[in-house]
């Protein structure tokens, strides 16, 4: 299920505690799942603070927005700067869906010209990707095949049992 | 002044500080990612900076931020300056602006410079700063024979604006 949720940046927040706004917002997504730990998580979006913080004082994740891929979560998260940053009717409680996911991965945005800057720190980090992240209808078209699976082999069945 | 009007007061030039911190900062990496310069130690030293200079906007003692790059034949250049130009009050209709578009357009014309090239940031005060953690004394590099670009006003917020030239 695609959501967005925006993030109020400055002058309401420090890119750094935007940043931690973020964290905040995808581990508390994800922590929800039995398979997943919040301290992973955090620890890997830790990771990633340095290059995220930049991205949010750069103004990129106004334009550019990070992406958690999280099946059957599809999140994308942008901040909101300037005025817009002081009125923003925010919600930044856990997105639904979170306690079923098993894989999660977080695509950060590589704009120009900080690009290579992003990649070059988190190359080899898990759970964390600077590639074009999958198009949501890629995956929903996918597990709407796979259900559509199912529910012909359950169809199958029941015929067979009825015979 | 009623004590309601000062608790407002305050509140504005906070977020004035840090409106105007993030636009620096922000463009200092943006600048030296450009620039193909190493900013490890920018992100690293982030959170330190960031306080740094938002304390000393608000307190209104901060002067200018001034990027230097240091090159590896010991030339300083490029140069650029953030002047901050306080109000002395904050102004009613001021909102929180950033000519973002303006500056990417500018940024790409930025002469390149060698690879190894290293940077400084320094600060430089109209009246003496509060202490921060992280920073200390030192002095600017000559800008002697450099030639000045204005780009004009960067960003704008209640209580003060901030502005860029580039020297070369």
């Avoid at chain 1, 720190?121 to 095949?145: N, V």
Wanted: aromatic content about 6%; some cysteine; overall charge negative.
């Amino acid at each position: 299920m695609q959501r967005h949720r925006q993030v109020a940046a400055a002058p309401h927040r420090k890119a750094s505690e935007t940043w931690e706004a973020i964290e905040k917002l995808v581990t508390s997504t994800l922590e929800r799942s039995p398979r997943i730990t919040g301290k992973d998580v955090a620890a890997a979006l830790k990771a990633a603070s340095p290059v995220g913080i930049m991205l949010v004082a750069g103004g990129h994740l106004d334009k550019h927005p990070v992406v958690v891929v999280a099946d059957p979560v599809y999140l994308t998260i942008s901040t909101v700067s300037g005025d817009a940053a002081l009125s923003l009717d925010e919600d930044l409680g856990p997105v639904p869906g979170g306690t079923t996911v098993t894989e999660w991965t977080v695509y950060l945005p590589t704009p120009d010209p900080v690009g290579d800057a992003v990649r070059s720190a988190i190359t080899g980090a898990a759970h964390l990707s600077a590639d074009e992240p999958p198009g949501e209808s890629t995956t929903k078209a996918a597990r709407l095949s796979e259900g559509s699976v199912l529910d012909l082999d359950a169809l199958a069945n029941r015929a067979r049992e009825s015979k | 002044m009623s004590p309601t009007s000062t608790s407002t007061s305050t509140y504005t030039r906070t977020k004035t500080a840090v409106y105007l911190t993030d636009v620096v900062m922000g463009t200092i990496a943006d600048i030296l990612a450009e620039l193909k310069i190493d900013i490890t130690s920018l992100y690293r030293d982030w959170k330190q900076d960031e306080s740094a200079i938002a304390a000393w906007i608000e307190e209104e003692s901060l002067l200018q931020v001034v990027l230097e790059c240091h090159q590896p034949n010991g030339t300083t250049a490029p140069i650029i300056e953030f002047p901050v130009a306080y109000r002395s009050s904050g102004e009613g209709d001021a909102t929180f602006t950033a000519d973002r578009a303006s500056l990417a357009r500018y940024r790409a014309k930025l002469v390149r410079v060698p690879a190894g090239t290293t940077y400084g940031i320094i600060c430089t005060f109209k009246v003496t700063p509060t202490p921060q953690p992280g920073w200390g004394p030192g002095h600017r590099a000559s800008t002697e024979g450099l030639k000045s670009l204005t780009f004009g006003t960067l960003a704008s917020a209640p209580h003060a604006a901030l502005a860029l030239r580039y020297l070369r």
